[in-house]
């Protein structure tokens, strides 16, 4: 069964066992594979495809007495937020838990825009197991609520080790499980942050003094902020772009409309039927993506080697930049550009500029809902790792922000 928000929902949910999320609804996106559900990722690539078991993170979900509900509407293969349907699903209250891919920083910004809280998590600590991506290196489950105690519970609920994803980091997924439960019970803990001089620098000047008035109020509840540089910051987005392209376009290889998806009716051979089927198959916007990265692969490698080089200095700078701090403090999005009507690749990075640094350096980040601080949003990066501290630190915030506690 399928509606206007959700292209499935589950007539007949099975019996879940005992569990934290005992009584809890996940909406999951159609990328993330459940037993017998259609998998189409938004992509005709994927028609019909229906998933063959249930990804990792679902099990787990399960086996800690969640319902999975249903699947909301998605962009393709989870390539920005066109035709996503996330936030008006969390803001009209038809889950309490929404899973989204986030290789841009999609999960943050629709969670944010349903007023709800949105993370990302360390990279590596959740399986990517029966996860239909687009970027490997950069995409992760995110996950959206309307409180930090179902967002945390969520996280402790999906982590474990699973030898069938090479990404896992093991000793993280332990360190970040042994952690979870005591967070949030001490927001006043947190004393320091680092504003991050050049992202703040790029909002234009009504947003730039909505941001400056927010870091503000904090001073005054008694945080101490500091400012941070990261020389490599202004290339953020050309390095995500080139490496984010090059890996989707070896990654989409395999849609090959042989085993399923959509097959082209106009080809003479197998070899036209394979070129055809791919151009029908993709839309628009996937198939420009997937060209920067033919270009990147086969014509200008150089560049490619390069933006690696520059995406190991942010990974070790963006950590050395949050010793002394408990996190970083920057705004959710990028002025006037919006992430629900980009259409080409270049106004996909506009509308994601603010929310790329985290999916490169696979760093935790965390959203506040829209409505808390200046227009321009407010979000949180932390250590590698460091999932339990930034939940401590968004819950002191947010109550610094609403009022929901003493400061």
């Excluded at 990328?31 to 998933?51: C, F, H, I, K, Q």
């Excluded at 990404?167 to 927001?187: C, H, I, N, Q």
């Excluded at 003094?209 to 500091?226: K, M, W």
Aim: aromatic share 6%.
């Amino acid at each position: 069964m399928e509606s206007k928000l959700f292209t499935y929902i589950d007539a007949t949910p099975p019996e879940t066992a005992p569990g934290p999320l005992g009584g809890k609804t996940v909406v999951i996106q159609p990328n993330m594979s459940v037993r017998n559900w259609p998998t189409e990722a938004g992509s005709m690539a994927l028609d019909n495809y229906v998933a063959l078991e249930d990804a990792t993170a679902i099990q787990h979900l399960r086996s800690a007495g969640a319902t999975i509900k249903g699947s909301s509407r998605m962009s393709e293969l989870g390539f920005g937020l066109k035709a996503d349907t996330t936030s008006e699903i969390i803001r009209n209250g038809l889950t309490d838990i929404a899973l989204v891919t986030d290789t841009l920083g999609e999960a943050r910004m629709a969670g944010a825009a349903g007023e709800a809280f949105a993370f990302k998590p360390s990279y590596g600590i959740l399986s990517r197991f029966g996860l239909i991506g687009l970027v490997p290196s950069m995409e992760c489950y995110g996950m959206a609520a309307r409180t930090l105690p179902e967002i945390a519970g969520a996280l402790l609920a999906m982590t474990g080790a699973d030898s069938r994803d090479p990404a896992m980091d093991e000793t993280g997924t332990a360190r970040v499980a042994s952690e979870l439960p005591p967070a949030l019970k001490t927001p006043n803990a947190v004393r320091t942050l680092g504003v991050l001089k050049p992202a703040r620098e790029q909002l234009a000047a009504p947003d730039a003094d909505a941001f400056d008035a927010t870091v503000s109020r904090l001073v005054r509840a008694g945080l101490e902020i500091r400012e941070i540089e990261l020389t490599d910051y202004p290339l953020v987005r050309t390095v995500h772009q080139v490496i984010g392209s090059v890996e989707a376009s070896s990654s989409t290889g395999k849609y090959d409309s042989v085993r399923y998806g959509h097959r082209s009716d106009s080809g003479r051979n197998w070899n036209d039927m394979y070129i055809h089927s791919r151009g029908e198959a993709f839309g628009r916007l996937i198939k420009e993506y997937l060209f920067q990265g033919g270009y990147f692969q086969y014509e200008n490698y150089d560049a490619f080697v390069g933006a690696c080089r520059i995406r190991t200095r942010l990974i070790r700078e963006s950590e050395t930049a949050l010793d002394g701090v408990d996190a970083l403090l920057l705004p959710l999005k990028n002025g006037a550009a919006r992430a629900s009507k980009a259409e080409a690749a270049g106004d996909i990075y506009d509308a994601f500029a603010p929310t790329l640094l985290a999916n490169l350096t696979g760093q935790p980040a965390l959203a506040l809902p829209e409505s808390t601080g200046a227009p321009c949003g407010v979000q949180l990066i932390g250590k590698r790792l460091g999932d339990a501290q930034l939940l401590t630190v968004g819950q002191r915030l947010y109550d610094i922000l609403t009022g929901g506690a003493p400061s």
